[in-house]
Antibody
Framework: QVQLVESGGGVVQPGRSLRLSCAAS????????MHWVRQAPGKGLEWVSV????????YYADSVKGRFTISRDTSENTLSLQMNSLRVEDTAVYYC???????????????WGQGTLVTVSS | EIVLTQSPATLTLSPGERATLSCRAS??????LAWYQQKPGQAPKLLIY???NRATGIPARFSGSGSGTDFTLIISSLEPEDSAVYYC??????????FGQGTRLEIK
């Protein structure tokens, strides 16, 4: 079965960097697009970024554009999110999400990891 | 960016009753509208995609309808475990993917 396990969260000061990882298993990782979605404490869901199955196409929410970078390592079946210049408002649980459709990026968020908490605070 | 507005904010019903949750888009998303269920302390779970298609393993008591800008999630006969926050999400015009603010469903 599909498993997505995030790691790398923690407490970080504003302006610093953090790198999140997501280990994928139970399916052919290279065949599916992957997303990051976040949820601030007690708030709703916010889509952050997507990377296509082949890694060629990457898109970001305006709120993180220029600060966050999504990447994938097919040899390690790992999705990453490099977060630079962190702000207090980036505090959230970050979810790694597998797209529904094979060989494309549909925007249907089929499988979710359990999330990793990032707290940006001085 | 397409804005999704969900109503009501909170819904309190009894087991066996029918729940009707609404989602309105600021512009047409065609039929590219999904619904997710999130229970406390858990990740969201895909229920319905492209308006009316149930995801794998989702019971038939969950159904979706609508088109364009107005969509509905119906839970035909509520079970206690249906207590959760429900989010709608559009992929009609993305990026960005956008979500509604959520409807909290309480089963009393």
């Amino acid at each position: 079965q599909v498993q997505l396990v995030e790691s790398g969260g923690g407490v970080v000061q504003p302006g610093r960097s953090l790198r999140l990882s997501c280990a994928a298993s139970g399916y052919s990782f290279s065949d599916y697009g992957m997303h990051w979605v976040r949820q601030a404490p007690g708030k709703g869901l916010e889509w952050v970024s997507v990377i296509s199955d082949g890694g060629r196409n990457r898109y970001y929410a305006d709120s993180v554009k220029g600060r966050f970078t999504i990447s994938r390592d097919t040899s390690e079946n790992t999705l990453s999110l490099q977060m630079n210049s962190l702000r207090v408002e980036d505090t959230a649980v970050y979810y790694c999400v597998k797209d529904y459709r094979v060989y494309s990026t549909s925007g249907i968020l089929e499988h979710w990891g359990q999330g990793t908490l990032v707290t940006v605070s001085s | 960016e397409i804005v999704l507005t969900q109503s009501p904010a909170t819904l309190t019903l009894s087991p066996g009753e029918r729940a009707t949750l609404s989602c309105r888009a600021s512009q047409s998303v065609t039929n590219y509208l999904a619904w997710y269920q999130q229970k406390p302390g858990q990740a969201p779970k895909l229920l319905i995609y492209d308006t009316f298609n149930r995801a794998t393993g989702i019971p038939a008591r969950f159904s979706g309808s609508g088109s364009g800008t107005d969509f509905t999630l119906i839970i035909s006969s509520l079970e206690p475990e249906d207590s959760a926050v429900y989010y709608c999400q559009q992929r009609g015009d993305w990026p960005p993917i956008t979500f509604g603010q959520g409807t909290r469903l309480e089963i009393k």
